[in-house]
């Protein structure tokens, strides 16, 4: 490992610790996939229970992204293309989730929407609610996902040139027209990677979850879930839905390599 032959080889005392950094990295997932029982993998994945929580997670987390696909880009837009007060207000409000406890959203979750919540008691009068149920699962994704969405599609929004917008603009497009036609065209490998990066957010979404909708199988109960749950009653089951979990990280990390490893790498 070198820093370049102009400044010298790279010193043992920055080696040494980013190795350990690294070790502790990869140990523990080394040590699930060598714990991980393969030979019984075939029979989890077909136990009803483990195909619920797989299916309501993948599920749930494509309904959020497409929930914040519809919110989460025209904000995005609005945060990188129009000039207004209280902008950067805006901005810290929806970077606010990045940062809060899941437990804590979760608990803001049943603020808002419990039973007897600021939005939720005029819904339980209509006879809606939403606590408890698989709608709650996915307001839950939507609120700890949409913040990355939109974070990543502002920023690939900044990436490109206003130029582009104002050249359409002098053409006679409307700027309807043109944030259809151009901007997100130009923007569109960032909204995809703003997709994936917050999809796998809300597959692996836990205390938010397990606090407005509750751990419910078939109901409520997601991948993340049924590992806390297994953990008790049946570690092997645990090891082996972690192990899956596993595999779908890898998966979006692979489909992000040319957009975000590709980008570092330049």
């Known amino acids: 490992m070198t820093t370049g ?6 010193p043992a005392h920055l080696l040494v610790p980013a190795l350990l950094g690294l070790v502790f990295l990869l140990v523990p997932l080394a040590a699930l996939v060598a714990r991980t029982p393969f030979r019984g993998l075939p029979q989890r ?8 929580a797989l299916w309501l997670s993948l599920w749930t987390a494509t309904a959020a992204m497409a929930i914040s696909l519809v919110v989460g880009l025209p904000l995005a837009w609005v945060l990188a293309r129009v000039d207004f007060p209280g902008r950067s207000v805006v901005r810290v409000a929806v970077t606010v989730p990045l940062v ?7 608990v803001a979750l049943l603020s808002a929407f419990g039973r007897s919540g600021v939005i939720g008691a005029p819904l339980r009068d209509l ?3 939403i606590p408890y149920t698989s709608t ?5 994704h939507v609120f700890v996902a949409l913040p990355f969405f939109v974070v990543s599609v502002e920023g690939a ?5 206003r130029e582009y917008d104002e050249v359409a603009a002098a053409l006679g497009a409307g700027r309807g027209r043109t944030f259809f036609r151009v901007t997100v065209p130009m923007a569109l490998p960032g909204i995809v990677a703003g997709l994936v990066l917050g999809w796998a957010r809300s597959l692996g979404e836990f205390g938010a979850t397990i606090t407005f909708a509750g751990n419910f199988p078939g109901i409520t109960q997601t991948m993340p879930l049924a590992v806390y749950e297994a953990l008790s009653t049946d570690p092997e089951a645990a090891l082996t839905l972690s192990f899956i979990m596993l595999v779908a990280s890898v998966l979006v990390l692979a489909l992000l390599r040319e957009r975000w490893f590709g980008e570092i790498a330049r």
């Not at 032959?5 to 790279?10: K, V």
């Not at 709650?136 to 839950?140: G, I």
Request: avoid cysteine; hydrophobic fraction near 55%; proline fraction near 9%.
């Open 5 to 10: 032959t102009r400044l010298g080889r790279a």
């Open 45 to 52: 994945l077909t136990d009803p229970v483990v195909l619920d």
């Open 100 to 106: 809060l406890p899941p437990v804590v959203a979760g």
């Open 127 to 129: 006879g809606i609610s």
């Open 136 to 140: 709650a699962v996915v307001l839950a």
């Open 157 to 161: 929004l900044r990436a490109t040139s």
